[in-house]
């Protein structure tokens, strides 16, 4: 019998537990949890959206950990809202441990003020004169997204 390569496809699940395990975390139910509504979510979140969509009851402080924990082992990083609070998304893989890769930007909607980590959009290179250190690059847009367009 002859397969073709359509016959193979397969869809990859990353678990939560898997991202803590491969980062070294313990697994513990607010881990979980908060991983799963980041995994389930299209754009950055707030510490509000995640005291909203837990299941279990938390407090801010317990929040503020594990959020922490994830961002210095580069499973999620910060950005900005319209606000200027901070909101929180996934980091891609090439985001090693201790040292965010996300050059990528960020689009905030002026409708709905979700916050959109646009992949495919690459910050440009930049090079400073000698004697500049460049520890960040913050690459924002602001603009209408693609669902409130649509309503």
């Known amino acids: 019998m ?52 837990l299941k279990s009851s938390h407090d801010r402080v317990t929040i503020y950990r594990a959020l922490n924990s994830f961002e210095e082992n580069g499973i999620l990083h910060q950005t900005p809202d319209p606000n ?5 998304a996934m980091c891609s893989d090439s985001c090693p441990e201790h040292t965010h890769q996300d050059k990528h930007a960020h689009f905030i909607c002026e409708k709905c003020q979700q916050t959109y980590c646009l992949e495919d959009v690459k910050i440009p290179d930049v090079e400073l004169e000698n004697g500049y250190q460049l520890n960040s690059i913050t690459y924002t847009m602001n603009g209408i997204c693609k669902e409130c367009q649509l309503n």
Not at 12 to 32: A, D, H, V
Not at 36 to 53: G, K, T
Not at 84 to 88: P, S
Request: aromatic share 8%.
């Open 2 to 53: 002859i397969f073709e390569e359509e016959d193979f496809e397969m869809e990859i699940t990353i678990k939560p537990e898997n991202i803590l395990r491969s980062n070294g975390l313990r697994k513990t139910q607010i881990r979980l949890e908060m991983l799963q509504i980041f995994m389930n979510s299209n754009h950055a979140l707030s510490v509000n959206d995640l005291e909203r969509d």
């Open 84 to 88: 200027g609070n901070m909101r929180y």
